[in-house]
C-alpha cells in the first residue's frame, strides 16, 4: 500500500475544552488511486487530512507514506517529507497577489529536483495564455486551476486537497474535477480529496465515510462514473 493510517488518534485542547476528533482511524490507499473523504461537519476529515499532510501532529498510531513513517518526525523531517513528497490544494487558493500565474507556479517549482516543465503545467491546466495574469484578474475557475498548477508542479506522488470545489459553482467544479481525473490518468498522482460534495465519490477510486471521528464506511468503487458525467455538483 502507498498509504497505510493504523488506529491513529488525535485531540485538542484540555481539561474542559479538551476534544477527542480522531479515535482510531486505520484505512489504506493504493498508489495511483482517487480516494474521497467524506463526512459530516467536524467529523474528523480536515484533521485527518492534516495528519497526513504533517501539518497536525497526532496524538498516536501510524501513518505511512510510501513506506516512511511519519509519527515521530520533527518539524524539519516534517517540513522535508512534505517538500519531497506532497503537493496541497485548499477551497481557498492562497495564492500570492502580486506574483502572476507562472511567478505563483514557479514559487513550488523550486521546490522540486524533478519539476514538470513548466510549458507543459501551463499547457495541461489551461493557464498558457493567462501566465502573466496576476490572480485578481482570474475567475474563480482560473485561481483554482492555478493553485492545482502550482501544487502539480513539483510531482508530487500524494496530492492533498481539501475542498477543492467547496467555493465553486456547479460547472466549474465539474471543469476542476474533470481536470484533476485527468491530471490522475496522466501522471498517476495518488489523490485524497475532503469534500462535502455528495456526488464527488462516484468518480473516485476508493471512498472513505468518517462518522464521529470513526470510520463508518471504506469502500472501492468496483463502477466508476466519469468526472464529464456526474451531476449535481
Not at 201 to 226: A, F
Request: hydrophobic share 35%; aromatic share 6%.
Amino acid at each position: 500500500m502507498y498509504l497505510e493510517v493504523k488506529d491513529l488518534k488525535k485531540s485538542y485542547g484540555k481539561d474542559a475544552s479538551y476534544i477527542q476528533v480522531l479515535k482510531g482511524v486505520s484505512t489504506d490507499v493504493k498508489q495511483g488511486q482517487m480516494c474521497v473523504i467524506q463526512g459530516s461537519s467536524g467529523g474528523g476529515k480536515s484533521t485527518l487530512l492534516n495528519c497526513i499532510g504533517g501539518l497536525d501532529v497526532m496524538d498516536s498510531g501510524s501513518i505511512k507514506v510510501d513506506g516512511q513513517e511519519i509519527y515521530g518526525m520533527s518539524p524539519k523531517e516534517l517540513a522535508e517529507y512534505r517538500r519531497r513528497n506532497l503537493g496541497f490544494i485548499f477551497q481557498f487558493y492562497n495564492l500570492v497577489p502580486n506574483l502572476t500565474v507562472k511567478e505563483n507556479i514557479q514559487v513550488c517549482e523550486y521546490l522540486s529536483k524533478d519539476p514538470i516543465g513548466m510549458e507543459e503545467m501551463l499547457e495541461t491546466l489551461g493557464l498558457t495564455e493567462h501566465q502573466n495574469k496576476f490572480p485578481a484578474q482570474l475567475s474563480g475557475g482560473q485561481q483554482q486551476r492555478c493553485a492545482i498548477a502550482r501544487a502539480l508542479v513539483k510531482n508530487p506522488k500524494l496530492l492533498l486537497c481539501d475542498e477543492p470545489t467547496g467555493a465553486l459553482d456547479s460547472k466549474t467544479s465539474k471543469d476542476i474535477l474533470i481536470l484533476l481525473e485527468a491530471v490522475n490518468k496522466k501522471y498517476g498522482t495518488t489523490m485524497l480529496i475532503v469534500t462535502h460534495n455528495n456526488a464527488i465519490k462516484d468518480m473516485v477510486h476508493k471512498v472513505i465515510i468518517l462518522k464521529d471521528g470513526l470510520i463508518s464506511q471504506d469502500y472501492e468503487n468496483e463502477t466508476r462514473t466519469p468526472a464529464e458525467k456526474l451531476e449535481d455538483l
